[in-house]
């Protein structure tokens, strides 16, 4: 159900065309129509995911049995009444469910953050014997497959979500004609650059995903107010359409290029290439 309203976008025209409601309330963070595409590539990965827990072979691994668990239905219904809220013209109720959204999906990532690899190297200090032996079958599913399938889909959708709860709080304060509206666009785009550097730079394994959503995001808010509608000229200044055009443009380009350099700094920390360098070495003079 929650794929039919997301995806293939069944309902949306209850109360009108779906980029009716989104032109409707334009604000300084609403982002061009296509950005809002990146549902697509959620919903996608996540159908994958469905899929391969329903294999037999996957269905009893810990990290589908505990550690995503019930979350994931938790989440298929808060989607569910975010879209069928936005469908009916009701940003506010709209909030709500994508805040209800946002709190499952970051205690769904945080059981994954806590969840070891299946194919994870020993940690130091730990037992070989105390290990949770891995099926025969399972012996070629690699950490990339397991990231991909089991962890990125949930990762992609937390990261889009707070994007588009801001938008949706953005849409509400214009309904209920409250003022400083661009104050309120500029500082929730501040929120979601200091979101994108505290998950790459506080944890001890960033989250590499999330910090593209958020520059996808800011793209689709860069491209929208080169040529803005009507109600959005006659609502700001033009100095605050350039001012926050040039902040979606800096947010965009800096959450693209941190997330690699962070991962090169975590991929040389994690994995000290000299250290096994030298362990190579000693084995071979021992031999």
């Keep these: 159900v929650t794929f039919s309203l997301g995806w293939m976008g069944w309902g949306r025209d209850i109360k009108g065309d779906y980029k009716t409601i989104h032109d409707q309330y334009q604000t300084l963070l609403t982002p061009v129509f296509w950005a809002n595409s990146m549902w697509l590539m959620i919903f996608a990965s996540e159908a994958v995911f469905v899929i391969f827990q329903l294999m037999y072979v996957y269905k009893n691994l810990p990290i589908v049995e505990s550690t995503i668990g019930y979350w994931f ?131 001890r394994y960033p989250l590499f995903v999330l910090p593209l959503m958020i520059s996808w995001g800011a793209m689709g808010i860069c491209i929208e107010l080169m040529n803005p509608l009507s109600s959005v000229i006659a609502g700001h200044e033009e100095v605050e359409i350039k001012r926050m055009q040039g902040a979606a443009i800096a947010t965009c380009i800096e959450h693209v290029v941190l997330p690699m350099v962070r991962f090169a700094m975590h991929f040389a920390t994690t994995y000290n290439l000299a250290e096994k360098e030298d362990v190579t070495m000693a084995a071979a003079m021992g031999m």
């Design 73 to 203: 239905f938790g989440v298929c219904l808060c989607q569910m009444g975010w879209i069928i809220a936005y469908s009916f013209d009701l940003i506010y109720i709209s909030v709500l469910f994508m805040a209800a959204n946002i709190v499952v999906l970051s205690i769904l990532n945080l059981n994954l953050y806590h969840c070891e690899y299946i194919d994870a190297p020993r940690k130091a200090g730990t037992d070989d014997e105390n290990r949770e032996p891995v099926p025969e079958e399972l012996k070629n599913m690699n950490i990339v497959m397991e990231y991909l399938v089991f962890r990125m889909p949930f990762q992609l959708h937390l990261g889009w979500a707070i994007f588009v709860i801001l938008v949706n709080l953005n849409e509400a304060w214009i309904i209920f004609e409250l003022p400083a509206q661009g104050v309120l666009s500029i500082g929730s785009l501040i929120v979601l650059w200091v979101v994108g550097i505290c998950v790459l730079f506080v944890p």
